[in-house]
């Protein structure tokens, strides 16, 4: 049977992390794996981390199979980080939230229940968007549509054409929005631009789909969180899956939630059990121990705060990050104005480079990045600024 599977080509991301492992270059840089990394190049564990998992072994005393939605104190704690402890969606009961396996796993089966809702739902998503959005919903049986949003001419935000095709998409379709540090372009919409599609969605009847990958990289854990609150305040539906491997860095716990904001009680409790079977036929029960570190680490004020102020850390290192790449490399050229980067929020960034010059920096500087020309700003350290930035300008 299996002999008929042909080889397929590695993924473009992957394939350039197995290619930067076995680049013997000592100057080599990575710019396309999209995990945080700190000044030494090394993804640390996260100090509340640290400590939770200490508490954790000490407590735990069994290794029985979660509840199927997942930690319940955890669900509690990760409903109030999303909305806020008095949103008017969760104090009229209208709010479900389950543990998944890491944001694949709460996209993966918000595509699912969505298919049970509508079989062949349309699902708009950005262009760009994240590449591994395409294949998780829409092998799930979603009609996948576009919608305009990022300018490569300009390196921002097209939003004229964004609302244009808006008010085109029709009643009871969704559209995948991202909450913050939009993958791959870093270009985050405004408070002013949030109201702006609300004000469409709520007129069009359209479902706004959100994925939240990055909380508190953007502006601030709060802050990051304004245009799924006000949609969940305003619209009566509303789907939201977010991810901790970023903000709690628990990348291999594959630690993520999905929620559900319905239009009543009696709906959250019907789509909640048709959740509970969609991952039942997915996976049975969710892993236990990345859940478990958020419940211990959001109900104690301590770590809590040891845990956000370390998330401020890493926002404000990958802003400054920004900052200097484009003192340097506007230092070193006037060819090209790079003070986009800057602007934008998140761990990527598109430099606007031509695919034959991001395979110049790879085969004669070891700098990797995706075809595209999108980085992990992330992937930088001062060490290596000046080595990167005078790369980027010998193929401009």
């Known amino acids: 049977m299996f002999e008929s599977l042909p080889l397929l080509p590695a993924d473009p991301i992957l394939g350039l992390s197995i290619a930067y492992a076995n680049d013997t270059n000592p100057d080599k ?52 980080l999303v ?4 949103h008017p969606a969760v104090a ?7 543990q998944t396996p890491g944001g694949c796993g ?15 739902a349309s699902l708009w998503v950005s262009i760009p968007t ?4 395409v294949p998780l919903l829409g092998s799930a049986g979603l009609k996948l549509r576009e919608y305009p949003y990022y300018d490569y001419s300009t390196h921002s935000i097209d939003f004229a054409a964004m609302l244009t095709t808006l008010n085109e998409i029709p009643r009871g379709d969704l559209i995948l929005l991202h909450a913050c540090c939009h993958n791959p372009s870093g270009a985050d919409l405004s408070r002013a631009q949030w109201d702006q599609i609300a004000d469409v969605l709520e007129e069009r009847g359209v479902i706004p789909f959100i994925d939240m990958a990055y909380q508190g990289f953007g502006e601030g854990l709060e802050e990051d969180t304004y245009g799924l609150r006000l949609m969940a305040a305003r619209l009566p539906e509303v789907v939201i899956a977010t991810s901790f491997s970023k903000n709690f860095g628990l990348y291999r716990e594959r630690a993520g939630s999905l929620s559900l904001v319905l239009a009543d009680e009696q709906q959250a409790n019907a789509a909640n059990s048709q959740l509970l079977s969609v991952t039942r036929a997915l996976y049975s029960m969710p892993p236990a121990h990345g859940a478990a570190l958020i419940d211990i680490i959001l109900h104690s004020d301590e770590l809590t705060k040891v845990w956000s102020d370390e998330l401020t850390l890493m926002r404000e290192r990958i ?4 900052v200097q790449l484009v003192q340097s490399l506007n230092q070193l050229q ?5 003070k986009f980067i800057a602007q934008e929020r998140g761990m990527f960034s598109f430099l606007g480079l031509s695919v034959e010059q991001v395979h110049k920096l790879k085969g004669e500087y070891s700098i990797y990045m995706t075809d595209t020309s999108r980085i992990s700003v992330a992937g930088l350290t001062k060490e ?11 193929v401009l």
Request: hydrophobic residues 40%; aromatic residues 6%.
């Open 83 to 86: 909305y806020g402890a008095d």
């Open 384 to 394: 290596k600024m000046d080595y990167v930035s005078k790369a980027i300008v010998s």
């Open 29 to 80: 840089v990575d710019l396309g794996v999209g995990v945080y990394k700190n000044d030494a190049g090394i993804t640390p564990i996260m100090k509340a981390v640290a400590e939770a998992e200490k508490l954790r072994i000490a407590r735990e005393t069994s290794k029985a199979y979660t509840p199927p939605a997942g930690y319940p104190g955890a669900n509690e704690a990760v409903t109030k």
């Open 106 to 120: 709460a996209l993966r089966v918000a595509a699912e229940l969505i298919q049970r809702a509508k079989p062949g």
């Open 92 to 98: 009229a009961k209208r709010v479900r939230t389950i």
């Open 334 to 338: 006037q060819l090209r104005d790079f």
């Open 130 to 133: 994240w590449a591994n959005h």
């Open 319 to 322: 802003a400054g990050l920004r």
